[in-house]
């Protein structure tokens, strides 16, 4: 079966980096755009970055341009997220998602195939 495990998250003080990661398996990595998403306390899932299946296009809320990174390894089945200068307000748990399609949307529902979800906590 498809599976999608996020890792990489923890506790990081304001202005620190983490680097997510997410492996899937169960399905042909390159053949997905991938997302991921993020959901703080008593918020809605939010968009939070996204990748072609080819790697060539990548799209980003506004709040996170500048700071974050995607990237995928399709050798590797991996799909990363760089995320530098990190607030308080970046605090919340983080999903990967799949799409079986060539691009990402901002759309939770468009996506086929959900991870379990890190959580990334940022201090003042």
């Known amino acids: 079966q498809v599976q999608l495990v996020e890792s990489g998250g923890g506790l990081v003080q304001a202005g620190g980096s983490l680097r997510l990661s997410c492996a899937a398996s169960g399905l042909t990595f390159s053949g997905y755009a991938m997302g991921w998403f993020r959901q703080a306390p008593g918020k809605g899932r939010e968009f939070v970055a996204g990748?072609?299946?080819?790697?060539?296009?990548?799209y980003y809320t506004d709040p996170v341009k500048g700071r974050f990174t995607i990237s995928r390894d399709n050798a590797k089945n991996t799909v990363y997220l760089q995320m530098n200068s990190l607030k308080p307000e970046d605090t919340a748990v983080y999903y990967c998602a799949a799409r079986y399609r060539n691009m990402p949307t901002p759309q939770g529902d468009d996506y086929h195939y959900w991870g379990q979800g890190t959580q990334v906590t940022v201090s003042s």
């Open positions: 990748i072609m299946w080819s790697g060539s296009g990548t």
